[in-house]
């Protein structure tokens, strides 16, 4: 199974509810005399209209509310994600720029040296913004 794990339903406890929700109007009806019964009757439908209208509502809001926080979470994935690559992207710009104004008075071997160092330290910071994406610390953690 590729896709997400989707929620069992727990049939016995429906069956359950429906079953001891029924009881229980039996035996209110059976308690009311018969002078009350049709007022009884009348409750016991408006009742049972509001519950499922309440619960048809709270089902469709608790769909539309873990819909939206999904996208929240995916936009702040994605905006942490683009603030790491502009991260990233400045400084290689900045790697760059030193090495272009420091190229004419350094020697072969320390321009190398150079290069590996920044390089080095560019892919240590990229590592370690990926391990605490990966670990839920989120991309503000060190800025904090």
Request: charged share 30%.
């Amino acid at each position: 199974m590729d896709g997400p794990a989707r929620p069992r339903i727990r049939w016995a406890w429906i069956a359950g509810c429906v079953v001891l929700g029924l009881a229980a109007i039996a035996a209110g009806r059976a308690i009311v005399p018969d002078a009350g019964r049709t007022v009884y009757v009348a409750g016991v439908l408006a009742n049972v209209g509001t519950t499922l209208l309440l619960v048809g509502i709270v089902v469709l809001l608790e769909r539309r509310i873990v819909d939206t926080a999904v996208r929240a979470v995916r936009n702040a994935s994605d905006e942490a994600r683009r603030a790491a690559r502009d991260d990233l992207d400045a400084q290689i710009r900045d790697l760059e720029e030193r090495i272009r104004t420091s190229w004419g008075s350094v020697d072969e071997a320390e321009a190398r040296r150079m290069t590996d160092e920044y390089s080095r330290r560019i892919t240590d910071a990229a590592d370690e913004y990926s391990r605490r994406i990966v670990d839920g610390e989120g991309g503000d953690a060190e800025r904090n």
